[in-house]
């Protein structure tokens, strides 16, 4: 049997969203303060990808290659795990504003890398990202511990999470406001704000391991949630155990956000606007939802991230200022459209 019509108009805008990811991805890696030719960038990516052996500008590859699409690689799978946490939870939560960092994740990371940075936590044998990932367990397990095991529904899940993020935020302002001179300071708001300057290949291996493999888990749950969306007694009418379910998809959205924001530092916005727009677009069956969440986080990351680049001339903004820039009004405007619509 051929395809529906509406399947291959589905297939054809996933593909068209995965080519527009890849022709962003070569965009990025060819903006920044050292002005290089689009058609260089993509031979430098072809030597890189081992698929060439045009010889070129060592310089020229090292930037490209070596700092530009590294960057750019983490914008995209920072976008696709966020946006796909955000999916994840407000189906699991049944709260439209439920996001990646509605379990205090973010706050606990902000603890942890402000620890290490202005305290010198571990004495030297663990870095900043460590920190930041031990601080975003440490904020989960805290948040466990205040729903006591997420028995008692997801109202108790939401306040445990807001109760632990306002707690670990106290932390992170107090350490701050004690400990941090003025260029500290500056600092650390720039990585609670979102940094990718930082960012290497082994950064990017790491988050493609664990977005890749969080995606494979969570598609493998996408009717389980679509189940969620009756409620938990119709749930579990379904067979669905509704404990056991809920309990790993809180664990790993946990995982995929502590990494992320271990590597990139508190993006906000993507894991919250994301699902909202890609569900308006696709509709509510996470089968379909969930690839297409992941591919517009990681377009509406990289694009971010260029603009970041370009915004203000010679300085790189956090790109946290701008996912918020365009992701409220972005929300805000999805909001009005389903406010006319009923």
């Known amino acids: ?11 054809a805008v996933f593909l068209a969203a995965a080519l527009l990811l890849c022709v962003n991805i ?21 030597h890189g990808l081992g698929v060439s052996d045009v010889s070129l500008d060592p310089i020229q590859q090292g930037i490209i290659w070596q700092y530009r699409m590294s960057r750019a690689l983490i914008a995209a799978f920072s976008g696709a795990g966020l946006a796909l946490c955000g999916v994840v939870l407000q189906a699991l939560l049944r709260n439209a504003l439920a996001e990646p960092y509605v379990l205090g994740v973010s706050a606990g990371a902000s603890t942890g890398a402000v620890s290490v940075m202005l ?17 975003a367990l440490m904020a989960f397990a805290v948040v466990m511990f205040l729903a006591s095991g997420v028995r008692r529904g997801v109202t108790r899940v939401i ?3 807001v109760a632990a993020a306002q707690l670990f935020n106290a932390i992170t302002a107090w350490l701050v406001s004690t400990s941090a001179n003025a260029e500290q300071s500056r600092s650390i708001m720039f990585w609670l ?3 990718l300057g930082g960012v290497r290949w082994p950064d990017v291996e790491l988050a493609a391991i664990v977005v890749s493999a969080g995606f494979v888990l969570c598609f493998y749950f996408a009717r389980t949630m679509d189940a969620f969306a009756f409620g938990e007694d119709a749930a579990a009418s379904l067979g669905v155990s509704v404990r056991g379910v809920r309990a790993v998809l809180l664990i790993l959205t946990a995982l995929i956000t502590a990494t992320l924001v271990s590597i990139v530092g508190a993006v906000g916005f993507v894991g919250l606007v994301i699902p909202h727009a890609a569900r308006f677009l696709i509709g509510p069956g996470h089968v379909r939802l969930l690839p297409a969440t992941a591919l517009i986080g990681a377009n509406f990351m990289v694009l971010s991230d260029i603009v970041s680049r370009v915004i203000v001339a ?19 405007l999805i909001l009005y459209r389903v406010r006319t619509e009923e």
Not at 119 to 135: K, R
């Open 1 to 11: 049997m051929f395809p529906s019509k509406s399947a291959l108009t589905l297939w």
């Open 119 to 135: 305290l010198g936590v571990g004495g030297g044998a663990i870095g900043v990202s460590a920190g930041a990932f031990l601080g």
């Open 314 to 332: 010679q300085q790189t903004l956090p790109i946290g200022v701008v996912t918020a820039l365009f992701g409220a009004p972005a929300f805000a």
């Open 26 to 46: 070569v965009l990025a890696a060819s903006i920044g303060e050292m002005r290089i030719p689009f058609m260089v960038t993509l031979q430098s990516i072809a």
């Open 159 to 161: 306040l445990a999470g």
């Open 193 to 195: 704000l979102g940094s």
